[in-house]
């Protein structure tokens, strides 16, 4: 999946140099699957902070790369809150914060304690480190805790998170079940927010199917088949929904000649990855079944999260948004 590392401002301050910043080229990204950690919240004024005070800060040239570089790794970073503020050194603090939430690696020009997730420039070029290797993917057993499992970097990282599964279905327990365990993840997100919003995206569109209601359909049907399904929204989310969490669920239909709603995603504001079968764990709580949850690439996130998520969205929309709160215990 994706992994989050922080960046100490003193060496990014160095990579102006492209002979200091070669190692690092296309080595955070999407395609890399590595995140920046924009810790803490100042994170961009302490990298020009720390160029300021070098040799190169009256130098155009380098101003100009450093701008550059600094928008190209600030893209789609996770911005954490600006804790331990009363460690005056950015290591020290960024040491601090790992051990309440940890990074998958700090990457710094020294490591004067000795941590084992410290990893310096030098090393890194010269030997290499087994936290900035990035594992392979493989296969997700169909149950609700792997698939929780796998997109849980996902979640820990994100503000909003949108799933997409046309085919959801609040009366079975295998949508449930996986609904509960995603959500449960939202209490390891790392981005200090008071809420975590997630919205459930589904499709009016399957209760019209060829072998479930022929071609009847008209304003009134649809009115109808949505009332219920809120209905059932209503009566069967709410304890899936834990503290913390403000949740949603969106209807649409197709427009005519339109995309259709069948892929099912995980869709956030850092990346998004696609179910190659589905968000649902398998009928079978002893199936071998597995299923391919595969990150997406830029461009394809960036048109999935706009289809659902921009102004216009790609669908019409069916009714009101249904939001669900946590049940009351």
Do not use: A, M
């Given at each position: 999946m994706i992994y989050e590392f922080a960046l100490e401002p003193a060496l990014v301050a160095r990579w102006h140099d492209r002979n200091r910043y070669l190692f690092f080229d296309e080595k955070f990204g999407l395609r890399a699957r590595r995140v920046v950690a924009a810790y803490p919240r100042n994170w961009k004024r302490l990298v020009w902070e720390a160029f300021g005070k070098s040799p190169a800060a009256g130098d155009q040239n380098a101003q100009m790369r450093m701008t550059e570089l600094i928008q190209h790794l600030s893209q789609n970073s996770v911005r954490r809150p600006s804790t331990f503020p009363e460690i005056p050194s950015w290591l020290a603090r960024a040491e601090a914060e790992h051990s309440e939430r940890p990074f998958r690696a700090i990457i710094a020009t020294i490591n004067p304690r000795n941590r084992s997730f410290v990893i310096t420039d030098r090393e890194l070029v010269e030997t290499g480190h087994a936290l900035w290797n990035i594992p392979d993917g493989y296969p997700t057993p169909r149950n609700a805790a792997e698939i929780a499992n796998a997109v849980l970097p996902l979640m820990q990282l994100c503000r909003h998170a949108v799933i997409i599964e046309p085919y959801f279905d609040p009366g079975k327990q295998r949508f449930r079940r996986t609904l509960a365990a995603i959500l449960a993840t939202c209490g390891k997100n790392v981005c200090g927010l008071k809420t975590v919003q997630v919205e459930l995206h589904t499709s009016i569109d399957r209760f019209f199917e060829d072998w479930e209601r022929g071609e009847f359909r008209d304003l009134n049907e649809e009115t109808k088949v949505y009332q219920y399904y809120a209905s059932e929204?209503?009566?069967?989310?709410?304890?899936?929904?834990?503290?913390?969490?403000?949740?949603?669920?969106?209807?649409?239909?197709?427009?005519?000649?339109?995309?259709?709603?069948?892929?099912?995603?995980?869709?956030?504001?850092?990346?998004?990855?696609?179910?190659?079968?589905?968000?649902?764990?398998?009928?079978?709580?002893?199936?071998?079944?597995?299923?391919?949850?595969?990150?997406?690439?830029?461009?394809?996130?960036?048109m999935r999260y706009k289809q659902y998520t921009g102004t216009p969205p790609a669908f019409d929309r069916v009714g009101e948004s249904i939001p669900i709160a946590p049940q009351k215990t």
């Open positions: 929204c209503r009566s069967r989310i709410p304890s899936l929904v834990p503290k913390g969490v403000e949740f949603r669920v969106i209807v649409w239909k197709r427009r005519t000649d339109g995309e259709k709603l069948h892929n099912r995603y995980l869709l956030t504001n850092i990346y998004g990855v696609i179910f190659g079968t589905g968000s649902d764990e398998s009928e079978n709580p002893d199936s071998k079944e597995s299923d391919d949850i595969v990150l997406l690439e830029e461009g394809q996130y960036l």
